[in-house]
């Protein structure tokens, strides 16, 4: 029998208690704060309080194997005809380029489009556009520096 990709083995589940928000904030200190030298008081933020209680957030975390291995969260307050924001994405080093990726966003998609989305909006370091696009987002605008690391904004309109 062949061997299950990364993708197939891994489980998404919505952070709701502390324990899954210690575990995520582990994965974007190695990401974010260790590898790519973002700031702590820039990485953590109020919407990290309180896993399970805030509806204005939804997190997640992937597991292989039954070990934290990626996050991202969705915010979803936003104005007008703007859409719900991702943000946080991190996929631990030794997981990239196995799928892991893909699978948190498309947890993140599915949520969005629960909810009665019709896109979302992220803001992409340079580096990861073409992840991105791959996904079906579109970047738009200038490019500019958040926490000193190029970034772009993107969309993505869902078709159905």
Same mark, same amino acid.
């Given at each position: 029998m062949p061997d299950r990709s990364a993708a197939e083995r891994a489980t998404v589940e919505v952070i709701r208690s502390p324990q899954q928000m210690q575990e995520a904030l582990g994965i974007r200190f190695s990401v974010f704060v260790e590898e790519q030298q973002v700031p702590i008081e820039e990485e953590v933020d +109020?919407? *990290?309080d309180r896993p399970g209680e805030r509806d204005d957030v939804v997190q997640v975390l992937v597991r292989l194997d !039954?070990?934290?291995a990626a996050t991202a969260r969705l915010l979803l307050a936003h104005e007008g005809d703007g859409y719900p924001h991702i943000? /946080?994405?991190a996929v631990l080093a030794a997981h990239r380029g196995t799928g892991?990726? /893909?699978v948190v966003m498309e947890a993140l998609h599915a949520e +969005? /489009? /629960?909810r009665g989305e019709r896109g979302i909006t992220l803001s992409a370091q340079l580096?990861?556009?073409p992840f991105y696009e791959r996904l079906g987002y579109v970047a738009h605008g200038p490019v500019y520096l *958040? +926490? !000193?690391i190029e970034h772009r904004e993107m969309d993505l309109v869902f078709d159905d």
């Amino acid at each position: 029998m062949p061997d299950r990709s990364a993708a197939e083995r891994a489980t998404v589940e919505v952070i709701r208690s502390p324990q899954q928000m210690q575990e995520a904030l582990g994965i974007r200190f190695s990401v974010f704060v260790e590898e790519q030298q973002v700031p702590i008081e820039e990485e953590v933020d +109020a919407f *990290d309080d309180r896993p399970g209680e805030r509806d204005d957030v939804v997190q997640v975390l992937v597991r292989l194997d !039954g070990s934290p291995a990626a996050t991202a969260r969705l915010l979803l307050a936003h104005e007008g005809d703007g859409y719900p924001h991702i943000g /946080r994405v991190a996929v631990l080093a030794a997981h990239r380029g196995t799928g892991l990726g /893909r699978v948190v966003m498309e947890a993140l998609h599915a949520e +969005a /489009r /629960r909810r009665g989305e019709r896109g979302i909006t992220l803001s992409a370091q340079l580096h990861a556009l073409p992840f991105y696009e791959r996904l079906g987002y579109v970047a738009h605008g200038p490019v500019y520096l *958040d +926490a !000193g690391i190029e970034h772009r904004e993107m969309d993505l309109v869902f078709d159905d």
